[in-house]
């Protein structure tokens, strides 16, 4: 049997911030929003949820005189992602098999 | 506050993993070579300064000659702001391929820096009393195959050709400097292979990179 689908990562906005996270260093807030087409408030709660979870790590502070927010993926965010991956990868592969069968 | 959670099958995850992945790629091949032209024109005026004083000055006022090199402190300071500003500017996405270009290209200028005061140590207090002058002949090789080194690994890291030929240059450049006493005897020729090597592996591939991302000075 499958590992169920990590359920905060099926979501296709925190799959997305995920997604951009991997690729990237850190990004800022206006980078996720831009990129993921998504509300600031949207992406807010995303965010939370993330962080609250320990797949991000989130850093605000003011720069000049403006805040800023910078997300950046933590070790068990890489893991979840990977892992998310991978059970994502076996189910296409049984469901191919289905088809086939 | 509720959002809204969009339910999708494992197709749509996985295009829209993939979707972002290239998104952040894009915007990392979006960069500039603005800072590398402006130390291309910089370094290419200073040498041209240099070989032209060597030539006009005589004497002991020849020494003086290499003072023009104190203005790459300023321009150093002024490449710093921009620099800063321009990154303040645009939209924050650190990416791990920029700061490793970044690191290696401190850790160049900290080797040079190093170079250099070693080459003076060694020349002016060390060996001044035997012709200690001729490790001057080092430091233009030495740095031109730092920045070959530095230029190469950059070419290979944003997989910019240029950058990489640019390399090839510099070492050319570099072998030809230490060659240029033997052929002519006359050490301000280094500083005219050294202009070359800012055109052909600074400013040229500079202006290319910015071409291709479609920005320019």
């Known amino acids: 049997m499958f590992k169920d689908l990590d359920q905060l990562l099926h979501s296709q906005q925190r799959l997305a911030v995920i997604s951009l996270l991997i690729s990237v260093d850190e990004a800022d807030f206006v980078f996720l929003r831009e990129k993921t087409g998504t509300t600031a408030g949207n992406l807010s709660v995303h965010i939370d949820k993330l962080n609250e979870a320990g797949y991000i790590e989130v850093r605000k502070f003011i720069d000049g005189k403006r805040p800023r927010t910078v997300c950046r993926i933590t070790p068990a965010g890489i893991d979840a992602f990977e892992s998310y991956v991978q059970t994502l990868q076996e189910y296409i592969q049984v469901k191919k098999g289905g088809e086939k069968t | ?117 070693s080459v ?41 050709r240029p950058f990489v030929y640019g390399a090839v240059v510099f070492w050319a450049g570099a072998l030809a400097s230490a060659l240029v006493m033997m052929v002519c005897g006359d050490q301000s020729m280094q500083f005219i292979i050294l202009a070359l090597c800012m055109i052909l592996g600074f400013i040229i591939p500079g202006h290319m990179l910015n071409r291709k991302t479609g920005q320019d000075v």
């Open chain 2, 120 to 160: 003076f140590i060694l020349a002016c207090v060390v060996l001044r009393e035997y012709q200690g002058w001729t490790m001057f002949l080092v430091i233009n090789p030495a740095i031109m195959s730092a920045v070959g080194l530095c230029l190469f690994i950059n070419g290979q890291l944003c997989r910019f």
């Open chain 2, 1 to 117: 506050m509720k959002t809204m959670e969009k339910v999708f099958d494992e197709q749509e995850s996985l295009k829209l993993i993939t979707d972002m992945i290239s998104q952040a790629r894009e915007r990392f091949q979006q960069r500039n070579g603005n800072g590398i032209i402006l130390w291309g024109y910089s370094i290419m005026a200073l040498a041209l300064a240099n070989f032209v004083l060597l030539q006009t000055l005589a004497g002991e006022c020849k020494t003086y000659a290499y003072m023009v090199w104190l203005c790459s402190i300023p321009l150093f300071a002024a490449h710093y702001i921009y620099e800063v500003r321009t990154a303040k500017a645009k939209e924050h996405a650190g990416n791990y391929i920029d700061k490793m270009i970044g690191y290696v290209w401190a850790a160049s200028f900290v080797t040079n820096l190093i170079l250099v005061a």
